[in-house]
């Protein structure tokens, strides 16, 4: 008999393993338990607020003083993105910087040096120390470790010393001209290569009138200039007075009415702090944001400081043209009047509660240089089936916006969107509400989801900014965990060792109400470890900042 592969045994194993055992096997392979996690010791500045941006910056500092301290010449080279800069210095000095680097960085708290040879292989410290030739590029990072030992750093925030060639003959370029002697050509062209080489003049000037940056005439044509802004809709589903309207709505309703029973389920209103822990997490990623609107049904969270000067609090009667709808309980009725929000930037990323950045990111993630929106598909298809009943109301949702995009522009679609924060063009959803004004004013009229509902903000827009010339399809990387799932914990766990997560989304349509307090425990304690460091936004920072639940 053919011995089994070791993947297939696993595989085996790991469907006949109760989730709770699995999971406690897992953190125990990967060093999870408290006990393991005891030895991390925090690093200096881990107690403010964490801005990845703001620790690159610090860190690319420390970096240029050490190189600088050593007298070693080296140029900043402009680039795309805020993450992962690049200072060029000649080969011939790859001595004096790996000896500079050990001697100012190694030691240091929470630093690591790391060597490349050209093809991007990890060379070990003293090969690359007896072979300087060989390091095409070191890079340097500063971990910063919140109390709970989370190191909220990423690879993307490492510094890279390149070591460029120094043509002393001169040499032929790719243009059939040649380079003057004494440029200096980078080893390695990779896809945020902006700049291949440096001709003698622009170095000397770089390194002694730019304080040894080189930048771009004018901003990029890929970078995005236009100010952007982030909208959040929130409820407080445990507000009695929210709820007694609620449930007083939802008794109202008769099975006549066509609504779907998982658009009335408690669940769809449950509150598990998420919205604190995603806003943490757009200050760690997503700083470059320019204002923050927070939708509610006039509800504040207690733990928020309305006095931030980057974040305001829309009530839902500012922005229905019709407020004698209110008050409605139906996402997809508050999503088509966000367009109304006074003050509101011309694109902006409107998201859920449920959603977390997970690692750095840029505007250009979600919009292209000129103006463009992205919109990111699902690779599911959509069900080719007219809407029928029993539908869930997401999917007649989908349907009916696809039979409007048959009978408007002559064109179908064919797959789902992922559950992202959605880009949007303000001025497209104007033009969309004044073209179909009947269609907004029924769904936002819509108190629950209902069958005749059309997605407009998180579907249907970024399908019409699309057949409109005003979106592209853009790719993040990307995971949903439905946290009905029963391994939704060892999930959890996977998600909070990945690093090269974008987004994250953590949703649930129904759950058995007998799950409910452990799938708050487990989500809880995910949050807190993911995301342990207050955020400005909080009024209690203290209290909050340095939880624990492991």
Known sequence: MPTASIPAVRAALAKRLPPHVKRALLRALHGEFPRRRADVAPVAGSSRPFDARVEQADALVTVRSTLAGAGIE??????????????????????????????????????????????????????????????????????????????????????????????????ANDDGAAYPAGTLRRRQIRRDTLIEHLDPDTWRGAVDEGGAKLTLPAAHIRSVTEPIDLVYTWVDGADPEWREAMTAARDGVSAAAGVERSALADSRFTSRDELRYSLRSVEYYASWFRQIFLVTAGQIPDWLDTDHPRITVVDHRDIFTDPDVLPVFNSHAIESQLHHIDGLAERYVYLNDDVFFMRPTDPE?????????????????????????????????????????????????????????????????????????????????????????????????????????????????YQFIDLAYPDRG?????????????????????????????????VAQFLDHRFPVASTFETDAVAHGAQNHD
């Open 490 to 522: 060892v999930r959890l766990d996977r998600a909070a060792r990945r690093t090269d997560l974008d987004i994250l989304c953590l949703n649930e349509s129904t759950i058995d109400p007998g799950d409910a307090d452990t799938i708050a425990d487990e």
């Open 365 to 477: 993630l979600f919009f292209e240089g000129n103006g463009m929106a992205r919109f990111f598909p699902s690779i599911v298809p959509l069900d080719h089936r007219p809407a029928a009943p029993g539908d869930l109301p997401v999917m007649s949702a989908a349907k009916r916006g696809r039979d409007h995009l048959i009978d408007r522009h002559g064109r179908t679609v064919t797959h789902r969107f992922k559950h992202t924060p959605h880009p949007q063009v303000r001025t497209v959803l104007e033009e969309m509400e004044a073209e179909a004004p009947h269609m907004f004013s029924q769904v936002a009229a819509s108190r629950f989801r209902h069958p005749d509902d059309y997605s407009i903000a998180s579907s249907l827009h970024h399908h019409e900014a699309y057949v409109r010339g005003r979106a592209v399809p853009g790719e993040l990387s």
């Open 74 to 171: 080296f140029v900043e080279l402009p680039r795309l993105s805020a993450f992962r800069p690049v200072l060029a210095v000649r080969r011939s000095a790859g001595a004096d910087v790996l000896a500079a680097l050990t001697g100012g960085l190694e030691q240091a708290a929470g630093w690591t040096v790391r060597a490349e040879d050209e093809h991007g292989a990890t060379l070990r410290w003293n090969s690359a120390m007896r072979d300087p030739d060989s390091v095409a590029r070191v890079l340097c990072r500063r971990a910063v470790t919140a109390p709970n030992g989370r190191t909220l750093t990423t690879s993307d925030l490492e510094i890279a010393v390149e070591l460029w060639d120094e043509l002393m003959h001169g040499a």
